[in-house]
């Protein structure tokens, strides 16, 4: 048995209803009923990518960022398909900026869906501490 299981079904145009475990997941190729499918690797990314941040800042001696917020950016290539995307990280805690870049990349380690993309797609990221 899988670890995973999906089912997406289209009735017609480009839109597509995916049942993931009890959630429906609305994903629109024309943007018109829900976000694109790049949009929504990319925020799936930074859903992915912020507890894993605060996983990081625990085993870094951190155990409150308080607020975090992801603002994500991606750029496509001529062919609409993904060619970068960046995280700016804005982080709660005051942290300087050592720690913070070492619970940056400790985040990288952790999130699955980081692991899974190319190497050419993993987000530069920038964090701001003391944001909030």
């Known amino acids: ?12 145009g480009y839109a597509s209803t995916s049942q993931v475990g009890e959630f429906d997941l609305q994903i629109d190729a024309t943007d018109e009923t829900g976000p694109n499918p790049n949009a929504a690797l990319v925020a799936t990314y930074a859903s992915c ?6 996983v990081g800042g625990s085993q870094r001696g951190e155990e409150d960022l308080g607020t975090i917020q992801i603002d994500a950016s991606a750029e496509l290539d001529d062919d609409d398909d993904l060619e970068s995307i960046a995280f700016d990280v804005h982080v709660e805690a005051d942290l300087d900026d050592e720690t913070a870049a070492d619970i940056a990349e400790r985040a990288e380690g952790i999130c699955h869906v980081h ?3 190319r190497e050419g797609l993993h987000a530069d990221v920038s964090v701001y501490p003391g944001a909030f």
Do not use: F, N, Q
């Open 1 to 12: 048995m899988a670890d995973i299981e999906t089912s997406t079904v289209s009735e017609e």
């Open 49 to 54: 990518y912020l507890p894993a941040l605060r």
């Open 115 to 117: 692991s899974a993309l």
